[in-house]
């Protein structure tokens, strides 16, 4: 693509200078395309060869192998058919109690209370802080032995070893972590959606009699749907993303990897062996299952999310 | 006797009596547990770093006794944590300082229709939020160019963001197009119009995006295990996951290295608060 000024809009200066702004622009873009853009589409690209992480070795075209082995062969295309399953069901699990509980929280934080602004900072703080702070805060916080929880699950009766239990109890434990450290963007964007609805509709309903929660399903619910959309949006394909944590919290182990980790560990070698290669090929085509998997979800969640709108903003 | 005439002599007032609260009350209890969810895992956090390691094997959750700020210490000498923190401080600060100057030089054109398919160019930052992963070539980009492991090639995984990009376009069409025209009849240069007339009138924008990416480089995980063996050159994060590998069992220790780190994040965070708020929920909330 050319980039050119287009004349009739640019005020400042005929001839040579009319080029002045496409000089400033490419540095930027430049770098964009270099280092975020053109790498992105590269990925489908490398996902048809061998590429290891030495510099200078041959990377051989293979044709679809990677995709072969990743999903059909052998035993370990069995393990990648589970971590793509455990990732659709960390997306689901997520989504649904993350939009839930971030949608109650905002419709209390929403009211006129003392100190809804401590409430709404505290919530979004793990926000800023990063899967390293929230990883190892809950680690300690979940210590097996003598910890805060594992002392409250024991006035219950409860025996856990948390993150270092059995693999769905470790996987529990991060989905709940993802969760808390989450749920605060979920909040502020519903609180953000709330504060654009006007206060003259619910007078009105008030008026004419509506209660709590005819007030919400009339009003707000569809008064909020730009919010709603976005948060939807937002936390399926973050979710679907999301591995860091697992990361952080347990490690490379079996029966709790999800597809981003996946990636990551056979791309870097990652995956516990003590001379694990880089599989760079591979790992790209592992990196378009997942694309696949966020395009597909991410467009179905888009086309019901405006046929929502539609009918309740025409 | 006396009690009816006492009565009568102070009626009791009966003022309009509103009913008991009870959202109100139930929205409180619910909000404290949650708080409670947030606070004590920050309070243990806390507690544990003031703790003498015998102390904390005895029993991790009791209040400490006597403060105690060794751990402090040690974890900023023996785990080298006054390095890495200069080290984040470079990154963090270069990259998003080269990504905010070249940026606004890319947004205001797209902004304003200056180049010929600035909506083609948009979309291109768009559509990076969808887009597979650039992990691996990246990798094979920097291994190429020969960066690997230097604070050069590190920064240059920065310098980009397009959810950045997008604010600032966003934010940029807000500004009335008469500014342009006026200062370019007052003869003023493309340049210096951008530079201190549209760079300052757009600051609240800016003070957003600067935030939002400092904030991811500063907390960055991944990048750092990929690209930095060296350990004279990892940032905080990395140390601090180092730190955790050789001292594991020393909670204690490790809950102060934790909170080194989060501390210039929490100042930056209730200083900023309404900007990065403000950035996040922008633009969620329109049609």
Redesign the interface.
């Known amino acids: ?6 004349k009739k ?5 005929g001839g040579w ?1 009319s080029w ?3 000089f ?2 490419l ?3 430049g ?2 395309l ?13 996902s048809l060869t061998d ?1 290891t ?1 030495v ?1 200078g070795a041959p990377v051989n075209w293979i044709g679809f192998d990677n995709y072969d082995e990743f999903l059909f062969r052998g035993l370990a295309s069995r393990d990648n058919i589970a971590a793509l399953n455990r990732t659709l069901i960390f997306s689901f699990l997520v989504t649904t109690v993350q939009f839930s509980l971030g949608l ?2 905002a419709l ?2 929403n ?1 006129r ?1 003392k100190g809804r602004t401590f ?1 709404r ?6 926000v ?6 929230q990883g ?3 680690k ?2 979940l ?1 097996p ?4 929880v594992s ?1 409250v699950f024991g006035l219950f009766g409860i025996q856990s070893e948390f993150l270092g239990g059995q693999p769905s109890e470790a996987f529990l434990w991060v989905i709940v972590v993802q969760i ?1 450290a989450n749920v605060g ?1 979920t909040m ?2 519903f ?3 709330m504060q ?1 609805i006007d206060e003259d509709l619910y007078e009105a309903a008030r008026i004419d009699g509506a209660g ?1 929660w005819n007030l919400f399903r009339n009003i707000t619910w569809p008064q909020l ?3 709603i959309n ?2 939807f949006l937002l936390n399926i ?1 973050g979710s679907l ?1 999301a591995w ?1 944590l697992f ?2 919290l347990i490690g490379y182990k079996n029966g709790t990897q999800v597809l ?1 980790y996946e ?2 560990a056979q ?2 070698g990652q995956t516990g062996g003590v001379s694990a290669a880089f599989r ?1 090929g591979f ?2 085509a592992a ?2 299952v ?2 696949v998997l ?2 597909v979800l ?1 467009l179905s969640a888009n086309w019901f999310v405006n046929r929502r709108e539609k009918k309740y ?1 025409g | 006797m006396t009690a009816p005439t006492i009565e009568k002599e102070t009626p009791v007032i009966h003022e309009p009596s509103k009913p008991f609260p009870w ?2 009350v139930i ?2 209890v ?2 404290v547990v ?2 409670i ?6 309070f ?2 806390v507690n ?1 770093s003031f703790k003498s390691l015998a102390e904390f094997f005895k ?3 009791s209040p400490v006794s006597d403060l105690n700020f060794e751990n402090y210490t040690n974890a900023w000498e023996r785990a080298n944590f006054s390095r890495y923190m200069v080290n984040s401080v470079i990154y963090a600060a270069v990259a998003t300082a080269v990504f905010v100057i ?2 606004v ?2 947004a ?2 797209i902004a ?7 909506g ?2 948009l979309t ?2 768009v559509v ?14 920097i ?2 160019l ?1 960066v ?1 492991n230097t604070r050069l090639g590190y920064i ?2 920065f ?2 963001n ?1 959810i950045g ?1 997008i604010i600032l376009v966003n934010y940029i069409k807000s500004i009335p197009r008469e500014l ?2 006026s200062a ?1 009849m007052d003869g ?4 210096r ?2 530079w201190s007339v549209v760079l300052p009138l757009i600051r609240p924008a800016v003070a957003t995006v600067t935030v939002l990416h400092a ?1 991811g480089i ?5 990048l750092p ?2 690209y930095l063996t060296n350990a004279e050159l990892y940032p905080i ?1 990395r140390g ?2 180092v730190f ?1 590998g050789q001292y594991g069992s020393d ?1 204690p220790g ?2 102060a290295a ?1 909170l080194m ?2 501390l210039p ?1 929490l100042f ?3 200083l900023m ?1 309404r900007y ?2 403000g950035g ?2 922008a633009g ?4």
């Open positions: 693509m050319a980039v050119e000024v287009v809009n640019y005020l400042f200066g200078k002045t702004p496409v400033l622009l540095p930027g873009f770098l964009y270099l280092i975020a853009f053109g790498p992105s589409l590269a990925t489908a690209g490398y590429a992480g510099r109650g929280l209390l934080l009211q209370l409430f900072t505290l919530f979004f703080l793990p800023i802080l990063g899967v390293v702070i190892l805060m809950w300690l916080f210590l032995n003598g910890g805060p002392e808390w963007i502020v964007i609180l953000a959606g654009t709590g749907t730009p919010a976005t948060n394909i993303q860091q990361l952080v981003g990636i990551f791309g870097f760079q790992a790209a990196s378009i997942l694309f966020v395009l991410g903003l | 959202l109100k929205s409180y619910i909000l949650v708080a969810l947030y606070i004590a895992p920050l243990m956090l544990a029993d991790p959750i070249t940026s030089f890319v205001f054109p304003r229709g200056l180049v010929k398919g600035s083609a160019l291109l930052y990076a939020l969808f887009l597979p992963p650039a992990l691996i070539p990246q990798f094979q980009l291994l190429n020969g690997y240059m995984l310098v980009v397009p990009m342009d025209e370019a003023c240069g493309y340049f119009f951008v904030i500063w907390n960055e995980l991944i295990t990929i994060t601090l996951i955790e909670w490790l809950a934790v780190l989060m994040m930056l965070f209730i608060q990065i708020i996040l929920t969620a909330v329109k049609g």
